[in-house]
């Protein structure tokens, strides 16, 4: 089972502060809408996205179908055999993704010590 990309969601207190930041850091800009209060970043491999205001705490993130620069991933595990494959192992599940779809859906979990997982299919 692929899970895909990794990154880490930061909730953030203030966005232009966090990214500039993460600039100094070596982080450039990937993707997202500072108007929306969200930028994902980028340094090497390493991915991180800063939301203001969108959840509570930092998020483990998984994008099934992405490679770590966002590009498209053949073959890939389909975030409902994901689904599948956890709750046959007894994994309680925070919110599901309909199993009658396909396509773009997300699953969240948390760890055994609290931490949110979100798996994230955007193809």
Known sequence: MKLGAFSISLAVK????????YQNLGFDDM???PAQNWI???NGDTVIGLFQG???SNIMTFNPGWDQSAQPVDPFTDIRDVQKHLKSEGVALEAEADP???GPASLMLKDPD???ILIDQHR
Do not use: P
Not at 14 to 21: E, I, K, T
């Open 14 to 21: 203030d966005l232009a502060v966090s990214r500039a930041f």
């Open 31 to 33: 993707g997202g809408v």
């Open 40 to 42: 994902i970043m980028k």
């Open 54 to 56: 969108m959840f509570d």
């Open 100 to 102: 009658a779809t396909s």
């Open 114 to 116: 609290g931490n949110v």
